[in-house]
């Protein structure tokens, strides 16, 4: 049973175009995020929601927008992509106590590759 | 400006010896500090953990150590293992609920 899932996996597409990527988690928890890993394999925050709530927006283009229909569900969806938007994208979760969240749990990644 | 820092961009160590790698923060605040394993193609594995209260926690073959007063923290793998070649990701809780993340460092077990 996959913890963290992703669709897709890999995800070709022309400058300009509009795309979404999936994620959903099984593991009950209550917080879930969006990072990219860019070409330095840097990880970075993009998103955070805790039960349906966004608590971290960290500064991206406008042109993403993350949707959480439920709390197993983040969806991060992209407009008018564009060539620097190709990298890595991860989604993971984790539960909260109180203010504080404890270990993450990823999904393999979404590797994304703007044409 | 980077929070987390891992200098060693690789390590090579032989199966069987002791892998060492090591992280260094700049932000005394952080209370909480994490490793994470991760394979090409895959995404990270939570490996082991330590509280900013403790200066030791250990697991099986992996041991974090953490100095404080130098911000410091080391992962420590006994014996090394093939399996183990892989990236592995220091990072830190800090406020906001983030983790802030540095760098990676790839290691390669030679047989």
């Known amino acids: 049973d996959t913890a963290v899932s992703q669709t897709p996996k890999y995800l070709v597409t022309q400058m300009g175009n509009d795309k979404s990527i999936k994620c959903e988690q099984n593991?009950?928890?209550?917080?879930m995020y969006w990072y990219k890993q860019d070409s330095k394999k840097f990880l970075k925050i993009m998103f955070s929601y805790n039960n349906k709530e966004l608590i971290i927006n960290e500064t991206v283009p406008n042109r993403f927008s993350p949707k959480s229909p439920d709390k197993a569900h983040l969806n991060l969806h992209i407009n008018s992509l564009e060539l620097g938007d190709s990298a890595v994208y991860f989604c993971a979760s984790s539960q909260m106590s109180g203010k504080y969240s404890y270990e993450q749990y990823f999904g393999p990644g979404t590797r994304l590759t703007v044409t | 400006d980077q929070q987390v820092k891992q200098n060693s961009p690789s390590l090579s160590v032989q199966e069987g010896r002791i892998s060492i790698l090591n992280c260094d923060y700049t932000?005394?605040?952080?209370?909480?500090f994490l490793w994470y394993k991760k394979y090409p193609a895959e995404g990270p594995t939570f490996l082991i953990s330590?509280?900013?209260i403790k200066d030791k926690n250990e697991d099986g073959r992996f041991t974090v150590f953490l100095n404080k007063s130098a911000k410091h923290l080391s992962l420590h793998i006994v014996p090394s293992q093939p399996g183990d070649s892989a990236v592995y990701f220091c990072?830190?809780?800090?406020?906001?609920?983030?983790?802030?993340w540095g760098a990676g460092t790839k290691l390669i077990i030679k047989p």
């Open positions: 932000n005394s605040m952080f209370d909480y």
């Open positions: 990072a830190a809780r800090g406020s906001n609920y983030q983790l802030i």
């Open positions: 593991l009950g928890h209550d917080t």
């Open positions: 330590i509280s900013s």
